[in-house]
């Protein structure tokens, strides 16, 4: 079953998840993995500088059929 005939999100995962974390490679795929997976981006990413390190938020949101 692929993501576009999808209801609910795969592995019980939540409709909606804020995924945050530093601001490497690590994040990106992480939001690259949601993406694949079918989720949308919402909004607009946050950053913000903890005094060693950015950290970024980005939500996602699982389609509305």
Known sequence: MNSESRTT????LPRYRLITGPDDASFCHRISEALAMGY??????????NGQNVIVAQAVLWPSL
């Open 9 to 12: 999100p795969p592995n019980n």
């Open 40 to 49: 949308q981006l919402y909004g607009s990413p946050a950053a913000t500088f």
